[in-house]
């Protein structure tokens, strides 16, 4: 197994709960506790979070995207692109972008045959 990596994509507070953001989802607490199952499973050194955070530099067709959505043209320091706190701890990899695309940088990360 030393080939595999567990990747949990955008476990971000923006995704985590519809009272929080526009782009919660309600079933984002049901499955947190098998990701941090998961996580525990693989460690913090085969885990990898990735982080999805606002970029309104991309232009093109994510302009009109973020004028319907001008709440998440906030820093990605701001809390709303944290990672839930219960799975902060979980991974010793984090990977951040501003689009939803994440593989060049796991590649580099994790190489190009590793099962994720």
Known sequence: MADHWLVLIDPQEIFAS?????WGSSMFAAALPRMRALADD??????VITRFVADPALG??????????PFALVPGS????????????VADHVVT?????KWPVL????GADATV
Do not use: H, K, M
């Open 78 to 89: 701001d809390p709303l692109y944290a990672v839930v706190p219960e799975l902060a701890d």
């Open 42 to 47: 693989f460690g913090p050194e085969r885990t």
């Open 107 to 110: 590649r580099e990360l994790v």
């Open 97 to 101: 972008a501003g689009t939803f695309g």
């Open 60 to 69: 093109g067709s994510w302009a009109p995207y973020y004028r319907d959505w």
């Open 18 to 22: 519809p009272q929080r953001s526009a």
